[in-house]
């Protein structure tokens, strides 16, 4: 049976689609249009495309209308895609972070490096197999890079913390950012009479504690009205929500450097303390969904998280060692 799309048409034309990445509410892609042009920021994966095709088709356009396709970063769940959806937008330019552009004219390296994590049966079912991308058809985009689509400028951030290879996407006429993985994540289905509960990502390779806090704090200095979540969904950066992520990433440090000695599971040490802390905010939160819920939600992002720990504890621990 054809999965079909799952999408909000929010303000300022832009449109917010379920990538449906393993399972619905996990990650996010957009539509952004300006006249009869669109650019899709995070790609999902191959099996995201055609329900990119739905949505288009439901607005009365195609795949020729997309000028750019812009990754946040090159990670599989915003990147998967971008080959075949390039495959498939002949008018299309994919925008990339320098650091990320070579991944995706040649993705054998990331391709390589995810199999090594996932094992080669669940690397094909979850992202099949990840097309190039052709080298003239690639933009890289360092800090401060604009684009314009129209009528609409677009303002490119280099923001690492969470991968060095990462921008976040400012769109002035929202007055918004499409911000990937930097400004953390907040799932909607865990809701609470406080509102919406946020938390960082640390995934690996390149966590950055405090590179990461350098960049969400230069995100807010736009004043933005409303961030655009990859995992999952419009979000406003109001003070107790930025105060969430940030306290979020200083406690995580601290959780961190309590394994740093640790030479004997340290990945399930660390998934055991962070899995303690997001149940234990939630419940400061009251989060009106089961402890069972919330951990089936978070399963995922912690072990990642502490993976992501541990190989930054390694370099920390291999750089005092030189």
Known sequence: MTQKATYIDLPHGITVIDAEYGTSGVAALYLMQSGDQVAIVETGTNHSVPLILEVLVSKGLDFNNVRY???????????????????????????????????MIDPSRLEAGTIAVYGEESFRKLYGSIRPVDADRVIEAPDGYTLEMNDRALEFLDTPGHARHHFCVYDKTSNGFFTGDTFGLSYPQLTSAEGRFSF???????????????????????????????????????????????????????????????????????????????????????????????????????????????????????????
């Open 200 to 322: 960082a990502t640390t995934t690996p390779v390149q966590f950055d504690p405090d590179a990461l806090l350098v960049s969400i704090e230069r995100l807010m200095s736009y004043k933005p009205d409303v961030m655009y979540l990859t995992h999952f969904g419009d979000i406003k950066p109001t003070q107790n929500v930025v105060r969430q992520l940030t306290t979020s990433i200083k406690d995580i440090k601290e959780i961190a450097m309590s394994a740093i000695d640790l030479t004997e599971n340290r990945v399930g040490y660390l998934q055991e303390k962070l899995l303690q802390y997001v149940l234990d905010k939630l419940a400061e939160m009251k989060c009106e969904q089961s402890v069972e819920l919330q951990t089936s939600v978070m399963a995922n992002d912690i072990e990642l998280n502490a993976q992501g720990i541990d190989v930054w504890l390694s370099r920390l621990t291999k750089a005092k060692a030189l």
């Open 69 to 103: 396709v812009i990754p946040t970063h090159v990670h599989l769940d915003h990147a998967g895609g971008a080959g075949e959806l390039m495959h498939q937008c002949k008018n299309a330019e994919l925008v990339i972070h320098p650091f990320g552009a070579a991944h």
